[in-house]
């Protein structure tokens, strides 16, 4: 009996550990559609240091960030317990399709334009060599990212569903930065 309570103990123990790294430290993710390529490919898996997301740190530009496109709603620690996998997979609610992998494109104060096939940002047009092709998208006026706020885009500008169609994410609904994986370098 003692041994069956030391099992359980660890089994448990595991359990909550790999719910903390989950939940505060680093995530696994899926790719789910075509709007990062040619960067990340459709049902390419990567992982995400949830760090910032934990500590409320602000992304740099070009960082690829992982989002709660639910900007409409607030968001509490149960959306993060619910969005662990081994919690999604007891519940059996899997993917739920509101997670996006995106590219930092503007922080708070930034004055975003778009002309030319280009986005502008603060008045310089962006070099941005990751991008699939040239965008198609253009914007009347200026638009400023607001405080605790960020805008995304995905690097297939022509058909990625992001900050120019769900609005500025909050800083709360960056879910983590991307973790260069050593084994695809």
Same mark, same amino acid.
């Given at each position: ?31 789910? *559609? ?8 459709? /049902?390419?898996?990567? =992982? #995400?240091?949830?760090?910032?997301? !934990? ?67 603060? *008045? ?8 699939? /092709?040239?965008?198609? =998208? #253009?914007?009347?006026?200026?638009? !400023? ?41």
């Amino acid at each position: 009996m003692k041994e069956v309570l030391g099992w359980i103990r660890s089994i448990t123990f595991a359990v909550v550990f790999a719910l903390v790294l989950g939940i505060f430290v680093f995530q696994p993710f899926k790719v789910d *559609g075509h709007s990062m390529d040619p960067t990340l490919q459709d /049902e390419q898996r990567i =992982y #995400v240091s949830k760090l910032s997301h !934990t500590f409320s740190y602000l992304p740099d530009y070009g960082d690829i960030v992982v989002i709660d496109s639910r900007v409409e709603r607030d968001r509490t620690l149960m959306d993060d317990i619910m969005g662990h996998p081994l919690v999604s997979l007891v519940t059996g609610q899997g993917d739920d399709h509101t997670m996006y992998v995106k590219r930092v494109i503007g922080r708070p104060g930034d004055v975003l334009e778009f002309k030319d096939n280009k986005v502008y940002r603060n *008045g310089e047009a962006l070099n941005e060599p990751y991008i699939k /092709e040239t965008m198609e =998208y #253009v914007a009347d006026g200026k638009i !400023t990212v607001p405080a605790d706020h960020v805008f995304v885009m995905g690097d297939n500008r022509n058909h990625s569903t992001d900050s120019r169609d769900i609005g500025f994410i909050p800083l709360d609904h960056v879910m983590g930065t991307m973790i260069e994986n050593p084994l695809n370098m």
